[in-house]
């Protein structure tokens, strides 16, 4: 059993920032791939960004070069640094693991 807890959600202003967190624990203690995908209301849950054990990273098209996703050193935990955020970056944010493990979600909202 793999748990993933993430933190770091909030309300900002457009043109701010947060920085999200993933840590994971329980039966597995690597994962290849780690990243984050978000729901906004009334649409598909949809990409963010992913980071393999190996450093590659995807970016969804809507985020890049705002947006940067980075693993820790052990490889159990992911981050999400998102700047210059948008009201339609406003969504429930989801840590993901290869493995097909979920958190529960973190809301981000962007006020305008």
């Known amino acids: 059993q793999v748990q993933l807890v993430e933190s770091g959600g909030g309300l900002v202003q457009t043109g701010g920032s947060l920085r999200l967190s993933c840590a994971a624990s329980?039966?597995?203690?690597?994962?290849?791939?780690m990243g984050w995908y978000r729901q906004a209301p009334g649409k598909q849950r949809e990409l963010a960004a992913t980071i393999t054990s190996g450093g590659s990273r995807m970016y969804g098209g809507s985020v890049k070069g705002r947006f940067t996703i980075n693993r820790g050193a052990a490889l159990n935990s992911v981050y999400l640094q998102m700047n210059s955020l948008k009201p339609e970056d406003t969504a429930v944010y989801y840590c993901y693991t290869s493995g097909n493990y979920w958190g529960q979600g973190t809301q981000v909202t962007v006020s305008s």
């Open positions: 329980g039966s597995v203690y690597s994962f290849n791939v």
